[in-house]
């Protein structure tokens, strides 16, 4: 019994904070991702990630030939080698794939750190557009409408328009994708 009076009490006063929050300010919502692949710079953000993958992948893909080449050196010699080269090569075949492994998973963890130091002016720029809208508007909140577990209700208003506005950005859907 005390747990439901308790657990009522919480949602009172999150539903009066709620309707206090509604009654002093205005929500509004915007997809910042949206924002950001409207941007000019976008497409040359986009180019360097791919040409930053690209070298990745080429790197990995060399790792990758040098270890099937001495796989299949291993394959065809092994009948003529001593029992000592035969583990001293499979010991180096193995150290070999664990080091691409290892290359592999850094490379992930690069790509990701490139693509965020490449993002985070877009970002800012948006951010100072929102907060800029937000003050101009005298909005309590704005959401962003791209993240997840959002729900938007009726009374939300979409600040879109006026964030692209603050951008300078034309005021269309987005058809192209960024990496996030």
């Not at 409207?38 to 030939?65: F, G, R």
Request: glycine letters at 4%; proline letters at 3%; charged letters at 25%.
């Amino acid at each position: 019994m005390k747990k439901i009076l308790l657990t009522a009490a919480f949602v009172a006063a999150l539903t009066m904070g709620v309707g206090r929050v509604c009654a002093q300010g205005k929500i509004g919502h915007v997809n910042a991702m949206e924002m950001i692949q409207l941007m000019p710079e976008a497409d040359s953000v986009q180019a360097a990630l791919q040409a930053y993958a690209k070298d990745l992948q080429d790197n990995i893909a060399t790792m990758q030939t040098e270890v099937q080449n001495k796989y299949a050196e291993y394959q065809n010699n092994q009948s003529q080698w001593s029992e000592l080269i035969k583990q001293t090569k499979a010991k180096e075949i193995q150290d070999m794939q664990v080091r691409l492994q290892e290359f592999s998973a850094q490379a992930e963890e690069d790509y990701q750190q490139k693509t965020q130091e490449l993002l985070l002016p877009l970002n800012n720029k948006v951010k100072d557009a929102i907060e800029a809208v937000a003050k101009e508007g005298k909005f309590a909140y704005i959401l962003d409408a791209g993240s997840a577990n959002l729900f938007l209700g009726s009374e939300a208003i979409d600040v879109t328009s006026l964030v692209k506005k603050k951008l300078g950005l034309p005021d269309v859907p987005v058809n192209k994708t960024l990496p996030r």
